[in-house]
């Protein structure tokens, strides 16, 4: 246990004391609130306010279309002609022309004049206001009072209940996307490294020498245990990051509704579906009322120490079955079961309560990364329980195996080793 140990200690000062160790550990968090804050700041602080002159020769439109976000509206009554010549001048940066033949019936004829190109936001913005301006015009022409046209444009709001308080669906979908994400990286990252650890040692020949003093078992558990200790340092360091940009982004972002609302008033209605800027200000916003924070990061963490050290021992057993480089079709079979698990994320989160998403959060294979997104769903304790006892055999069972396969393979030289063949020494 001694040898096991030291290798521990080799492993992880080596690799804590890294370069790329630190800049990953404190670059990853200030990337992933890039990608979160930067647009929330470029949409509430970025841009210049778009001033558009309205010349509405069918005073349809008059006083109707109202100032937001960056978007501004003055009305002239001077000819069209006249304005486009000196509409600069005026501060303006450019005219909408609403002609006197225009009919909402058929809504043709308006014309925006610039000599700059309009972004996509202010056209989105106009566009947005006349044709709700024109549907109010279209219903009261058949009798319909505004007061009906507001009941009928009001949208529909749903509040989530789990059990005896307030769910949000927004919020456990943001959360378990990134704490998905984050483990398949981690996965990948940290099985791809004992693997190479492997066939480093391997291919130099320092295998030999190591095992004349320990065992290839105590080897091989020294490794990955050493790399795991890497990994939960560099998960904690995360959390706490994480937890500060948290409560950093509730508070810069303020109402989630009322930003929602801006947002959608400023983009026309768009949605924005795949955990795009508004899902992430939603989610992170209500994450720290609405969720069990408790749950989600004791569960990370357990999932991915019990994903780790499955994916761990495959990626060792595959490195010492390797020669000088990695066989891309065994690689494939420990890289395949993540990936296939990033895919069956999503449909977790379309779909929490499914026959795949609890099957596929219950199979050790996959269960580190689905049930890491499910946790924000609160599923039944039973399959949280489940799960872990799962993941705690199946890595059991991996480990066991992993150390058969690699007792063999880290003093095989020149042979190119077959999948078959490696069921074969785990038989043995």
């Known amino acids: 246990m001694n040898k096991i140990f030291v290798i521990i200690k080799r492993e992880y000062i080596t690799r804590v004391r890294s370069r790329v160790f630190l800049i990953v550990t404190f670059l990853m968090p200030l990337l992933l609130a890039g990608f979160t804050l930067v647009p929330l700041l470029i949409f509430r602080y970025g841009g210049d306010t778009e001033k558009i002159a309205v010349v509405d020769q069918s005073h349809m439109f008059e006083g109707k279309l109202k100032n937001e976000g960056k978007v501004e509206f003055g009305y002239f009554n001077a000819p069209y002609d006249s304005l486009k010549k000196h509409y600069s001048e005026k501060g303006f940066t450019g005219v909408l022309y609403i002609p006197s033949y225009f009919n909402p019936e058929n809504p043709k004829g308006i014309e925006y004049f610039s000599n700059d190109q309009l972004g996509l936001g202010t056209d989105q913005s106009m566009s947005s206001q006349l044709t709700e301006v024109v549907t109010r015009l279209r219903l009261e022409k058949v009798n319909v009072t505004p007061e009906i046209i507001d009941q009928l444009s009001e949208s529909v709001h ?28 981690l996965l990948i990252i940290y099985g791809t490294q004992v693997m190479r650890g492997v066939m480093e040692e391997k291919s130099n020949r320092i295998a030999e020498v190591i095992v004349s003093s320990v065992k290839p078992f105590q080897l091989m558990m020294g490794k990955i245990i050493g790399i795991a200790f890497l990994g939960i340092t560099q998960f904690a360091v ?38 795009g800027m508004l899902g992430a200000a939603q989610g992170f916003a209500s994450a720290l009322d609405n969720l069990p924070l408790g749950l989600i990061v004791f569960g990370t963490l357990f999932f991915f120490i019990g994903g ?42 379309n779909a929490p309560n499914s026959q795949l998403s609890v099957f596929s959060s219950l199979f050790p294979l996959t269960s580190p990364i689905v049930m890491t997104v499910r946790l924000g769903y609160e599923p039944p304790m039973w399959q949280i329980i489940l799960s872990m006892v799962f993941l705690i055999i199946g890595f059991l069972l991996m480990v066991w195996m992993a150390g058969k396969i690699y007792r063999t393979g880290i003093l095989m030289y020149g042979k190119k080793t077959s999948l078959r063949e490696m069921i074969k020494w785990v038989r043995y």
Do not use: C, H, R
């Open 158 to 185: 749903i509040k989530t209940v789990i059990g005896d308080k307030a769910g949000n669906t927004g919020a456990a979908a943001t959360v378990g996307y990134f704490a998905g994400f984050l483990l398949y990286m």
């Open 238 to 275: 995360w959390i706490i990051m994480g937890t500060i940009a948290l409560s950093f982004l509730k508070g810069m972002i303020g109402d989630p509704a009322a930003l929602q609302q801006q947002m959608s008033s400023a983009n026309g209605g768009m949605e924005m579906q795949n955990a």
């Open 308 to 349: 780790y050290m499955l994916y761990a021992s495959l990626f060792a057993a595959i490195g010492a079955a390797s020669g000088d480089e990695a066989d891309q079709s065994l690689t494939f079979v420990a890289t395949m079961p993540i990936i296939v698990s990033f895919f069956l994320a999503f449909n977790a989160m």
